[in-house]
């Protein structure tokens, strides 16, 4: 047992699927909601077996595919959405799938079609000064990520506020941007249980991802990490018994973890403008120091972690451009 089991909730059935060789994720959770028909919140991505182990748990709660009459995506990473349309196959009906608007095109065949890059990405790795090597990996990863998901095109947007109901539970979208623009909660309120995607993890920090594809953002001056803090913010006025998230076991203690959450923000804040103090530098040069080791599949994201911070050192007035590059390097105020 990768996790400790989930309470016991009438109408909602926890679905576990482990991720081996997917990082500190452990599994992939999925939410089957109902006495039937049922809602999924996520899907599991499209590794081997995952299909049949997703068919085997339900079977074992009393379901089968074709019980599946609504899919409800967190947000469009393929760890979330991977087996939505062999789902909607198997079911053998018509299965409504849902995501929020700003995220419909994450799950596109046109996105997939580019291999999950872009030129926006481009001039990303190239502002923050990634050298060639690291560059090319990107693109290979991106372009083999496209193997753990099929596209999905006939998708419902969703909203702030919009509501979902059947036997047993009522759900109410949150938007909660950060990790991605349109990454969203759900609060069944019947139980006080908030389905939080990768909004809330308990063993690792989410990661509120810079958003590389610049030109697909309705807002510009979009930031993932003040958007992401502003978004914990809106969860705690819920009132909340349980946190069931995209990944890992399921939470009771949420105000403790989120101020463990901004405590590690603010020290990883620090330390970036420590290290700036030191010396002006691209943003890629600044992982050895705000990261002990970085696996070659992890750059990225580490990349992305100290840019999304760097936002609001600039904000606050403790660092600042000192030449636009490429690439860009900045310095602490």
Known sequence: MLIDPFPEIKCIHPIVIELPGF??????????????????VDTAPKFPGSFEEMRKQLKKAGFDFPD??????????????GLAAQITKAAGHSVECYIHEEDIWRISSS?????????????????VGMPPKDIERMRRRSAFFIHFCDPLDEVRAMHEGDEFSGDGYHLTVVHTPGHTPGSCCLYESHNRVLFSGDHIIKHITPNPFIEVHRSRLRDPGYQSLRAYNDSLAKVEQLDIDY???????????????ISGYRKHHNS?????????????????????????????????????????????????????????GPPAIYRAV
């Open 268 to 324: 990883r804040k620090d330390l970036i403008w420590k290290a700036l103090k030191e010396h002006p530098r691209p943003v890629y040069n600044l992982v050895p120091d705000i990261f002990q080791s970085v696996p070659d599949s992890e750059v990225f994201l580490a990349v992305s972690e100290i840019f999304v911070h760097l936002e609001i050192l600039m904000d606050e007035g403790r660092a600042e451009l000192a030449d636009p």
């Open 243 to 257: 946190v069931y998230s995209g990944h890992g076991g399921y939470i009771e203690e949420l105000p403790a973890l």
């Open 23 to 40: 990082g500190d994720l452990k599994t992939s959770n999925v939410y089957a909601l109902g006495s039937g028909p049922i809602t999924l």
């Open 111 to 127: 996105f997939m079609k580019g291999g999950m890059w872009s030129e926006d990405a481009q001039r990303f790795v190239d502002l």
């Open 68 to 81: 599946v009459n609504r899919i409800i995506i967190t947000h469009g990473h393929i760890d979330h959405f």
